[in-house]
């Protein structure tokens, strides 16, 4: 069974998630503040939560910060703030993916799915390596061998494609900041350098997907970051 813990201070919102998730037999802690949420966390550990930016006490990135010092569950934001920056700090404090209100609830319960089928994938020693080998339809990486071939053919990636493609495929589903792509592949000093990555992502695209302008595995999330999508 999996525990969902919903935080949000939206009384009606709340209502209406939890009846939907314990309709689909998820176990649903709530917490109308981040305080409370902090608390649940502790006593009942979710193995997923869903948590509003704007709360009465905190802010819910604070919320993220203070409960990735121990726990990995991966968490879902729900947003209603129009500007990006709030849910690339979201990101960048560990969330795991992002949704923007009003949302729909079956694409909350798909991504909901998609972010538990990521847990349990990944190896619980290694959560950030859980793969050494990924196939698609169209192309496979082997991450040890630091090989990519497609089309029955080796594929040659500069250093920095391999870095920037190794971050992305080492996080399936998973939306990473440009902050965080650039910083670790250019350097601290490089974090707001989003031309280079519109650069190398087209390259890697051009080299990978069949078409390139569509991409189906390497997916702009536009003015957050980069998603690969298995
Ligand atoms: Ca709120």
């Known amino acids: ?20 998730l314990r309709a ?12 409370t949420a902090l608390t649940l966390a502790a006593a009942e550990p979710p193995d997923v939560l869903i948590v509003d930016l704007g709360l009465p006490d905190m802010d819910g ?14 968490v879902l934001v729900l947003s209603a703030r129009s500007g990006s920056e709030d849910k690339i700090r979201a990101l960048d404090a560990g969330a795991d993916d992002y949704m923007t209100k009003p949302f729909s609830m079956d694409e909350l319960l798909a991504r909901l799915r998609a972010a538990t089928r990521r847990t349990a994938e ?4 290694t959560p950030d390596t859980g793969v050494g080998r990924i196939a698609t339809a169209d192309f496979s990486v082997d ?16 250093p920095t ?25 250019w350097g601290p000093s490089h974090g707001t ?19 390139p302008s569509h991409p189906r ?14």
């Open 161 to 185: 494609e391999w870095h920037l493609l190794e971050i992305l495929i080492r996080n399936p589903g998973r939306l990473i900041s440009q902050r965080r792509l650039l910083q670790e592949v």
């Open 1 to 20: 069974m999996t525990r969902v813990l919903v935080v949000e201070d939206d009384s009606k919102l709340a209502r209406a998630l939890v009846i939907n």
């Open 24 to 35: 689909r037999r998820y176990v649903v802690d709530s917490a109308p503040d981040g305080a």
């Open 143 to 158: 991450l040890v061998a630091k090989r990519v071939r497609r089309a029955d053919r080796d594929v040659r990636l500069t």
């Open 61 to 74: 990135v604070e919320v993220i910060q203070a409960l990735r010092r121990w726990s990995r569950s991966p």
């Open 122 to 125: 990944a190896s619980p020693t």
């Open 193 to 211: 350098k989003t031309n280079y990555l519109r650069v190398y992502m087209a390259q890697l695209r051009r080299k990978l997907e069949t078409d």
């Open 217 to 230: 595995y390497l997916i702009t999330e536009p003015g957050m970051g980069y998603r690969f999508e298995p």
